[in-house]
């Protein structure tokens, strides 16, 4: 099994910055991929950004340039630093592990709130 803990999210208003992080433990292969998806209200969970053990990051076309995911030296944390942020980007936050044959795992969720 794999945990998944998230921390960072909260309210900003437009235009600001919020970094989430996302700490794994567990039985963590020495291949994966991490990311973060999102999820607003009434809406489906959506890709945000992606980054493997080989640092290859993926993201949404709504948050390139705006938003970065770095992994830590030990690559079991993953973080990602969201600038200029906007309404649209207030969403419920999941961290997210893929690993093996179809195998993955999420976090409980972080609020992000973006206020115009």
């Known amino acids: 099994q794999v945990q998944l803990v998230e921390s960072g999210g909260g309210l900003v208003q437009a235009g600001g910055s919020l970094r989430l992080s996302c700490a794994a433990s567990?039985?963590?292969?020495?291949?994966?991929?991490m990311g973060w998806y999102r999820q607003a209200p009434g809406k489906q969970r959506e890709l945000v950004a992606t980054i493997s053990r080989g640092d290859n990051t993926n993201y949404a076309d709504s948050v390139k340039g705006r938003f970065t995911i770095s992994r830590d030296s030990g690559k079991n944390t993953v973080s990602l630093q969201m600038n200029s942020l906007k309404p649209e980007d207030t969403a419920v936050y999941y961290c997210n592990l893929r690993q093996g044959v179809r195998v993955e795992y999420w976090g409980q969720g972080t609020q992000v709130t973006v206020s115009s």
């Open positions: 567990g039985n963590i292969f020495s291949i994966n991929v």
